[in-house]
């Protein structure tokens, strides 16, 4: 009986941890990808793959200045991609990309504030790269 109450606490404590970890991330990547490259750090996030289908989340940490923007540059050479960003705690709609499609731009940024970039694909895509940096306005 001692062993059974062990191995269960044991179990417990291990789904507890799990399911605290998890708790940190607002939203979750779920994709399939072939040859995909990924950076993220505080100030600046990207991701260029050769195929994609999915949903797939890129973070940057605003502590600065309230006189800082979101610079973005994507491109993708086919499929369809929705990319929302993650605005005082609402999931809001930034553009669409499709076939041959690349843009750039800018968006005010939220100070002291984790912001998402969520990148929703519907279908696979092919040739994309995506990209979201933080700078200071001139």
């Known amino acids: 009986m001692k062993k059974f109450a062990g191995v269960f606490i044991a179990a417990m404590m291990l789904v507890l941890c799990f399911t605290l970890s998890a708790c940190g991330n607002k939203y ?9 490259v990924r950076a993220n750090t505080a100030n600046e996030a990207s991701v260029s793959f050769d195929t994609f289908n999915g949903t797939y989340v890129m973070k940057l940490e605003n502590k600065g ?3 800082t923007v979101i610079a973005y540059n994507v491109s ?3 499929g369809n991609v929705k990319v929302y960003y993650d605005f005082l705690g609402n999931k809001v709609s930034l553009f669409e990309v499709g076939d041959g499609d690349s843009m750039e731009g800018k968006i005010e940024a939220t100070t ?8 929703e694909s519907d279908g696979m895509c092919r040739a994309g790269s995506f990209s979201f940096a933080l700078e ?3």
């Open 28 to 36: 979750t990547s779920s994709y399939s990808a072939t040859l995909m």
């Open 76 to 78: 993708l050479e086919e």
């Open 136 to 138: 200071k306005t001139e």
């Open 65 to 67: 200045d309230a006189d």
């Open 112 to 119: 002291g504030k984790t912001i998402y970039f969520i990148i």
